[in-house]
C-alpha cells in the first residue's frame, strides 16, 4: 500500500518492507547470503540449494532451507558466535531417532538421498569452521529437525484477516449459513487453481513461542495482528501464576475438531507425541477410528492406505 517503504538491496535487488527492516538484515546475515549480479545464476551454490528444495518439498517455506541458511550466515557475520549458538541450542532436540522420523516426514520415502544431497549442498554454499558439526550428516540431520519441529508458520494473508473479520460478524442464522458456504467454496476455488491455501509467507523461530507445549484445548493462540514477523502470543482465558502456558499444534477450524483418535495421529506424526490433555483424557474411551474413517460408515472398507496429512511445521 505504502510503495514508498519497501526497500531493494541495492546489490541483489532482494525487497524489504522498510530501510529499517533492510539495514536490520544487512547487519544480521545478509552480508553472507547477498547474492549481488549472480542472483538469477542457476549455478550459484545458494541458488543450487534452493531449487533442490523446491523439488524435494511443497510448499516450499515450509521448513524453509533458507531458514537453516539463515541461521549459518547469522552466526558466520557476528562478532559473538558463542552467543547465537547458545540461543539456538535453546530450541527442542530430540533424539537421533526422532530426527529421522522428522526428516522422513517432510522428504518423504526417498528421504535419505535426498537429505545427503541438501547436506552437501549445503556445505558447499555456507560452511564454516565454527559449525563443522553442522555440516556432518548427523548435525545436519539435528538441524533439519530442529526447524521442522520448532518452526513457525508466518501468516499475514489479507484473505484470512477477512475471514477473521467475519466471523467476528454478529449476523442473522440464516446470513452466517450464507457467509460460511461462500468462505468455503471460496477456499475450494483456490485450492483447484493453485493447491493447498495456507495462509502462510514462512516460517521462522521463536524462543518463548517454542517452549509452550500443545492442548487440544489451548489457553492461548499464536497470531502475526501486524502484518509482519512479529508473533503475538494471547491469553484466550484467564491464566493462573505458575499455570503452563499452552497453545494447539493443529490447525483450529479444522484438524484441532477432529475425533481425539485423528488428533493424536496428526501429532504423532508430525510432532512425536501422544497428547494427554483434558480433552484427550475425557476422549480415551472413544473408538480407534480417525474422523475420516467415522464420515465413511462402519460398513464401508477401504484397502489403500490414508493419505497422511501434512501439517505446517
Not at 526497500?7 to 524489504?16: A, L
Not at 529499517?20 to 549481488?36: M, T
Not at 475438531?257 to 495421529?265: F, G, I, L, P
Request: glycine share 6%; hydrophobic share 35%.
Amino acid at each position: 500500500i505504502r510503495k514508498d517503504l519497501p526497500q531493494q538491496c541495492p546489490r541483489c535487488q532482494v525487497t524489504y518492507c522498510s530501510a529499517e527492516c533492510r539495514q536490520a538484515a544487512l547487519e544480521q546475515y545478509h552480508q553472507v547470503l547477498c547474492l549481488g549480479p549472480s542472483r538469477d545464476d542457476p549455478t550459484h551454490p545458494l541458488n543450487k540449494l534452493q531449487e533442490a528444495w523446491r523439488n524435494m518439498h511443497y510448499p516450499p517455506e515450509t521448513s524453509s532451507i533458507m531458514l537453516m541458511a539463515r541461521m549459518v550466515a547469522t552466526i558466520k557475520q557476528a562478532k559473538d558466535k558463542e552467543w547465537w549458538i547458545k540461543a539456538f541450542s535453546q530450541f527442542c532436540s530430540k533424539t537421533a531417532n526422532e530426527e529421522e522420523e522428522i526428516v522422513h516426514k517432510l522428504l518423504g520415502d526417498k528421504f535419505q538421498g535426498q537429505l545427503e544431497l541438501l547436506r552437501l549442498l549445503f556445505t558447499e554454499a555456507l560452511y564454516d569452521e565454527h559449525l563443522s558439526r553442522w555440516f556432518t550428516p548427523e548435525g545436519f540431520r539435528s538441524l533439519f529437525a530442529l526447524v521442522g519441529t520448532n518452526g513457525q508458520g508466518i501468516g499475514t494473508s489479507s484473505l484470512s484477516q477477512w475471514v477473521h473479520a467475519c466471523d467476528a460478524l454478529d449476523l442473522p442464522m440464516l446470513q452466517r449459513e450464507e457467509l460460511d458456504a461462500f468462505i468455503d467454496q471460496l477456499y475450494k476455488d483456490i485450492e483447484k487453481e493453485s493447491g493447498e491455501f495456507l495462509n502462510c509467507e514462512g516460517s521462522g523461530l521463536y524462543v518463548l513461542q517454542s517452549c509452550c507445549n500443545h492442548s487440544c484445548i489451548p489457553n492461548a493462540e499464536t497470531s502475526f495482528p501486524e502484518n509482519n514477523f512479529l508473533l503475538h502470543l494471547t491469553a484466550l482465558e484467564d491464566i493462573e501464576a505458575g499455570e503452563e502456558i499452552c497453545i494447539s499444534y493443529l490447525e483450529s477450524g479444522g484438524e484441532g475438531d477432529r475425533a481425539s483418535h485423528s488428533r493424536n495421529k496428526i501429532l504423532r506424526e508430525n510432532y512425536l507425541f501422544t497428547c494427554s490433555c483434558p480433552k484427550c483424557l475425557a476422549q480415551a474411551d472413544d473408538a480407534d477410528v480417525t474422523s475420516d474413517e467415522e464420515e465413511e460408515g462402519e460398513g464401508e472398507t477401504d484397502d489403500a492406505e490414508l493419505e497422511d496429512e501434512m501439517t505446517d511445521v
